[in-house]
């Protein structure tokens, strides 16, 4: 497992069976972990949050690559600069519009030095499966009311011998209750709806106060599981554009996805810096 960075962010170039060991080490484990599916929101709230920016630098033990945006970026981030100065500006920024416009016909173009993406909804499924098979208790924190239950009794009914042993659909400032209703569950495996950075500030600040020995943060997962949301259609996840059917379900995360060019601004920016560095240096 190789450990990169996004805009000062730690990124971990993994595929989803290699995670699934890592969480069996992690199990073994005496002190709590907490895991992440970061995604370039993720990255662009922590530009702006020390706080967060620390969970996932610091304090989060796996980092997934959530979203086609993350791959994209670990492969830009590997273009090699011109030595020509003159030529090193225009290639990188025609470069920069090429991968763009690659987005959704050069999926496996993007695969490299992140082998896949592995988003919250999707690493949900093998990672139930393996709770079964390792016989560890989930608990389903989050989500608007009758979500969590739902989803869990989804999750139960599809993945033969899956123990999900407690849920909890109330606010995150209630901490008190929360952590009494996971240790009287006896859960191994939190799974946290709460949206980021809420969620893995809760499980920083709360984790250690359960008995579980993992804590995740899954965003909308339940919904998507429960059928509260719809995902997109196949050949829109795999070009790498859930983001816009989301939008079109949703136009009111308009001020959310804005923060996908930025993102990519933001990554130009930070590539031209580089090439600076390195003209300097020559």
Partial sequence: MNNLRILDVSIDAIRTDDALVKIGQ???KRSASI?????????MQAQNSPEFKSILNKESSLNLPDGIGILWAARFDKVKIPSNPTLAYPFLVLTWLFFIFLIPFGRNFFKNPIPEKISGSDFIWPLARFAAEKKYRLFLLGGAPTIAERAALKLQTDIYGLNISGVYSGKA????AIVNAVNKSKAEILLVAFGSPKQEIWLKNNLKKTCCKLGIGLGGTFDFIAGAQN?????????????LYRLIMQPTRLKRQINIPIFMWRVLMHKLQECQKDIKQA
């Fill in 231 to 243: 995902r997109a259609p196949i050949w829109m996840q795999r070009g790498g554009l859930e983001w």
């Fill in 35 to 43: 895991i992440t599916t970061t995604n370039t929101e993720f990255i």
């Fill in 173 to 176: 400032d209630e901490i008190d």
């Fill in 26 to 28: 992690l199990m073994n």
